[in-house]
Nanobody, 133 residues
């Protein structure tokens, strides 16, 4: 059973940085898409970043609002997903969730494959990020 557990959230002033971590168990990263999502009070959940690695194939994808500020990465040896967040703004305040899904075998080696925002099926409990001005 896939289990995801986020950590690293907290309170920071605008312009500051945080690094979120997501410890995973119950599967290997190969053939999985991993991602970070967030949900602010009164707003719908939105995708932040995704990452996919399968042998020589891989991709990352970012929401326009975080491009150039956030970086998604993973450490397969530690079964941990990361989200480095720099130059944070109050608009980044939200609950951040780690997510994953199994990529269908027939698309795993497709050139240009990018994880689908709406395809994630496994979710963590979330970690709160609060950015003050």
């Amino acid at each position: 059973q896939v289990q995801l557990q986020e950590s690293g959230g907290g309170s920071v002033q605008a312009g500051g940085s945080l690094r979120l971590s997501c410890a995973s168990s119950g599967y290997t990263y190969s053939g999985y898409c991993m991602g970070w999502f967030r949900q602010a009070p009164g707003k719908e959940r939105e995708g932040v970043a995704t990452i996919y690695n399968y042998g020589n194939y891989g991709s990352t994808n970012y929401a326009d609002s975080v491009k150039g500020r956030f970086t998604i990465s993973q450490d397969n040896a530690k079964n941990t997903l990361y989200l480095q967040m720099n130059n944070l703004s109050p608009e980044d305040t939200a609950m951040y969730y780690c997510a994953a899904y199994v990529v269908a075998p027939w698309v795993r080696r497709l050139a240009g494959f990018v994880c689908g925002w709406g395809d994630f099926t496994y979710w963590g409990q979330g970690t709160q990020v609060t950015v003050s001005s």
